[in-house]
């Protein structure tokens, strides 16, 4: 979230699309009726199906699924045409007055620089035009044919009414209505905001859905203001944390880059990943991008990372350039018997996975399993699975018990990035011990082993730093917390120039501050965003019970600690006017008062950007300084595009001749069936969470007081389907698609409506994912076993959202 | 009279390990009681108060748990009426919080083992299964190590272990489990950010 | 008698959550049953012994063509001229000092006749326990100044709790703030209950609940007449076999007809 739970009460029109938030995130709804009483906001659920969210809502709107970037190019037509634009914003703080290189084209579908073959685009052309110093081109006027604000107008010109209706299935009045009302917000004194979840992020085009969304908010002004923003409620209690420490193929904690292996030096490797900005008022905050890294390495590797030994870099593994790694990936190796061994932490890929039939035929390909978790899974008992004749499978498995989350201490990252302190409040059950101490134990085990026999490539396990143990040999929560944090690694002086001051630390205390990481060895970070969470004394500001709200916008700063630097909206700069005086007085989270900044924790401390000499941009984690409408750094194109889902209803779509996203990657081997287009597979489905259960369903499956009230797997369709199908409600139904079955109750609703599309009637169907064949035995399989493997073409999040079944009675 | 969410159950000023506010000793057996004859609320003045987050979705929201002293078992959670975001209340997952404390009989209590072509788990102590997995570990990392990509250039990486998870464990625990696949050299590390 | 207090159930606020639903079973230490999905959200699908709360799922379309999904928690009213009170021979149900009916479960006989006669059918009977249960609306947290689970765990105000007076001025408030057909039930009949409603529809709308409830007949004949004497005369089971002869007849009635286990798995 660029904004957190709380601000959500701060808005005027909350626009829910891609989310379910009342079932899925309770208390954030809380916040969200809370905006609708304090302010009489308006809140629009946009959603193919209506939910409990769509019943709280002021209106539901549905959709076909897979059609957002549609929906939301129309509302950018809208807002461009209908000049509902916040101008002093757009002109300000935004690249709208760039002009873009002229070489870059658009063209039925297809950005410049496109490659069939490798389904993959050159960026070379997606460039900005510069000025001898180097800085970006800028035409204040934004009447240059070529500049982006010009460019962004003529490419949603085409995203019209009458064809924005076509391809959703949503009516011409809907989507005015819709459109007229959320870009109302953009004026000084109003805010918007919208909400999204795994409804956004799980297509094909996922990540360029939320960057319409982005460019949306920019144009109205809604970024970096409170009750503004786009607000991702994420779906996992630690996803955030887990994410920016980046347990993920493509990152090193703190978003670092993981290098690729065209970087084969540290100095590459740092020339490539920090950004160079020649204008001066852009605060351009990645220069910064060698101190976190190498305060990373020393963390990673201590004394043992030296100037010399480039800090280790070579340790660390590279990736192909190019490549990805993500546990579609991952499954698509081991199905071919190229994985040998896997780790499955408090996690049930054999439910969650796409195209669950594959996914579990490649777990019988592993010759080890180690799980960790609370209570067992159908991934870590595969081996006894429908179907699966366990003397045939010569996998060993491990499956270690977990302490749940109350019975350890540690720290928790929200969506809106607070990180908050719990507490153990009673011993795990039996042998049970926390995930942390398994890990330590684990690694210590197998770097004993490499001391002992030595072995390929030692160097990175016992260089690695690992002695994050108490006195008894248990799990040190605050010892890792600390590193994390970052220490000084010699006396160290840190000398303000404005401020005139001149502080002293002394070796091994902590770094209160990412500001004050070093390049060259002297500082240790193991995460930069994290530096601050403790004081350079000690004190852990995760533990923070503090109940002042200053601003009275429920920014709550002494409440846990918020990375960065505790800032609780993030580009709050953006607020203000490039005097620094905030756009909406009302709602003051920002304001500059001639010599400093008031209020929330700003992004950084220079003056508004009126001050040409000191002041800077606001968007300071961007190169330019400026939110990107033009975005080159998306693997799909520089503006968002709609493309069908892998699988849909139509055989063309009605934009252009590139049916799917250009850029997706396609999995090819024998399980990968796909059916377009198919008269097989004639209805839309998607799939979706339920209040009562949790993702795959493998923690509350096991809780009967939840299985009590969601039972076992259900197919939602609508009740004029279901009459053409002669399908009574209550009864049990098959629903098919090209790579598996499942067998379900159908639930007969009148919450899905069908779509008209293209002139042709489209029903749709929804499922939820949560459950498994393990507990209960009777509550039905994974509803994965339908989904296809194809994914995000940046993100790889799978297209679980859209896809094409039929519905026959069992 | 206006009753609220707060009462005796907030932490304000009474955080960190948990404070006693008093102490009457009473034995508390997990039973099945119902309304009239529990007093669960006397029991609860009785009970160290300990602050956790909820485990669910990201919302944070802030629970707190009742430990009695004699026994150190949890018998009560419900939501902490001092916490900003969730203001005491909780939604059905939430509410629920007790049911995944050792009160559910089917939380793993022991490491289990399945060997291969075997039908059964059978159950092993940590000694055993660490070292186990640790020699496990090692083969398979020296023996699938890619040292050079097809290019020739250095990539110094073990494509033939993959590690997943987890966005519900604790950020130091992420951490951990972050440079310790990066120490193995393993490059296919995912978590459910991306399911 | 302290001071009376009401529960507000405000439906145009619930999100069905169902946050009050689990923690009025974690507070109260209730069991889960195996249930099976009839092609509804709605689970267990009515009240049960071990479920005071539940939260009704209805998919409604108004007469000018509206689709709506209305939810509603169902759960015992807390009756002023409580029904149940009235018939129980044993002093298991009675009249707390806020008004509200508790239920002191040693003393129950489980002769049911509360679940014979409550108009708004919550009282449900335990085979196991050979006892009924119902919600006492938390007498032991509102006791110590706690908010009964259901209250607390509600994330969006729908439900409240509070001083009669104060409460209903809230729901009128309220009513007339949504308009249309938004209206207040509870206050009007048996001597006004203890749990209120503010519903955006008319009454008759919503599944399973009365448009007029009201203490049967034979019961108002039974607590004024007969039941002072039986008291005094025997312990529970014979009133109890007494006070099904002057209602019912020698008949038994049925059972709840639910899982008599109501064990999960």
Known sequence: MTNHYIDLKNSDVILIMGSNAAEHHPIAFKWILRAKEQNGARLIHVDPRYTRTSARCDYHVPLRSGTDIAFLGGMINYILENNKYFKDYVLNYTNASFI?????????????????????????????????????????????????????????????????????????????????????????????????????????????????????????????????????????????????????????????????????????????????????????????????????????????????????????????????????????????????????????????????????????????????????????????????????????????????????????????????????AADAPGDAI??????????????????????????????????????????????????????????????????????????????????MLHADGSTSGGNWIMAGSFSATGENKMTRRGKDDPTGLGLYPNWSYAWPVNRRIIYNRASCDIHGKPYNPKRKLLEWTGDKWVGDVPDGPWPPMADRAKGKYPFIMKQDGLGALFGPGMTEGPFPEHYEPLEGPLAKNPLSSQLINPAVEIFKNDMNKVASADEKFPYVCTTYSCTEHW????????????????????????????????????????????????????????????????????????????????????????TNFLTPTVGDANTFCPEYKAFMVNVKKA | MEITRRGFLTMSGAIGSGIALSSLGINLKPTRAYADELNKANKIKSAKQVSTVCCYCSVGCGLICSVDKMTGKIFNIEGDADHPINEGSLCAKGAGFFDLTEANKYRLKKVQYRAPMSDKWEEKDWDWAVNRIARLVKDTRDKGFVMQNSKGELVNRCESIGH???????????????VKARALGLVYIDHQARV | MKAEIVKLIDTTKCTACRGCQVACKQWNEMPAMRTRNRGSYQNPPDLQWNTWTLIRFQEYVDDKGAFKWLFRKDGCMHCTDAACVKVCPSGALHYSEYGTVGLKSSLCIGCKECASACPFDVPKYSHADDKIFKCDLCLSRIRTNQSPACVKSCPTGALTIGPKDKMLKKAYARAKELGGDANVYGDKFVGGTHVIYVLSEKPEVYEELPKNPAVPASIVLWKDILKPFSLLVAGGTIAGAFLHYITHGPKLPDENGHDAEGKGE
């Open chain 1, 434 to 515: 926390p995930v942390g101490e398994i890990t330590i134990k684990i690694m210590q085990a197998v770097k004993e082993l490499y001391a002992k026999e030595g072995g390929v490539q030692p160097a990175p396990i016992l260089n690695l730093k690992w002695d994050y143990t108490d006195a008894k040999g248990r799990f040190d929560v605050l010892k890792v917390s600390k590193q994390i944090n970052g220490h000084f690694l010699k006396d160290t002086v840190i000398e303000d120039k404005d401020k005139k001051t001149r502080t002293e630390f002394k070796k091994g205390q902590l770094v209160p501050t990412f500001g």
């Open chain 1, 695 to 782: 993702c795959s369903g493998a923690l509350t499956r096991w809780q009967l007081w939840l299985l009590e009230m969601q039972p076992e797997l259900y197919v939602e369709i609508g009740d004029k389907l279901a009459q053409e199908k002669g399908i009574r409600n209550g009864e049990k139904v098959k629903v098919q698609s090209a790579r598996g079955e499942v067998e379900c109750v159908a639930m007969v609703t009148k919450r899905f409506r069908p779509f008209t599309i293209e002139g042709k009637t489209v029903h749709q169907v929804g499922l939820p994912f949560n459950y498994g064949w393990l507990f209960p035995k009777d509550g039905g399989d994974s």
């Open chain 1, 100 to 424: 873009v290189g002229k070489d870059f084209y658009f063209k039925d579908g297809l950005f410049s620089g496109y490659n069939p073959a490798k389904r993959k685009y050159s960026k070379d052309t997606w460039v900005l035009e510069k000025d001898g110093r180097g800085i970006p081109k800028r035409d204040m006027t934004l009447s240059n044919p070529r500049c982006v604000f010009q460019m962004l107008k003529k490419h949603f010109s085409r995203y019209t009414l009458d064809k924005v209706s076509s391809i959703t299935g949503v009516s011409k009045e809907d989507l005015t209505k819709v459109y007229a009302e959320y870009s109302a917000t953009g004026v000084k004194d109003k805010a918007g905001t919208e909400c999204y979840a795994l409804g956004w992020t799980h297509h094909t085009t996922g990540s360029q859905i939320i960057r319409t969304m982005a460019i949306i908010q920019l144009l109205l002004g809604n970024m970096g203001i409170a009750g503004g923003g786009v607000n991702a409620l994420r779906g996992e209690p630690n996803v955030q944390g887990s994410t920016d420490h980046c347990i993920l193929y493509g990152n090193l904690p703190g978003y670092l880059k993981m290098p690729v292996a065209s970087l084969d030096t540290l100095e590459k490797y740092l020339k490539k990943c920090t950004p160079v900005s020649n204008d001066p008022q852009s605060a351009n905050y990645y220069q910064n991008y060698p101190k976190f890294f190498v305060s990373f390495l020393k963390s990673m590797f201590g004394d043992k990372a030296t100037k010399e030994n480039g800090f280790g870099y070579s340790w660390l593994p590279k990736m192909d350039d190019g490549a990805a790694y993500s546990l579609m990936h991952l499954f698509e190796k081991m199905y071919e018997g190229r994985v040998k061994g896997l780790f499955a932490v408090g996690t049930d890929p054999a439910v969650s996975s796409p195209n669950t039939a594959k996914v579990r035929k490649a777990l019988e390909k592993l010759d080890w399993l180690v799980g960790e978790n609370i209570f067992d899974n159908e991934t870590y008992c595969f081996w006894k699975g429908p179907g699966v004749d366990p003397k045939q499978v010569k996998t060993e498995v491990f499956l270690l018990p977990a302490s749940a989350s109350m019975e350890k201490e540690g720290s928790q990252s929200n969506s809106g990035r607070w990180v908050q302190w719990k507490y153990k």
């Open chain 2, 164 to 178: 997943l998870g987890s966005s519900n464990v604790d950020n130091e625990e992420c951490w951990l489990m972050s």
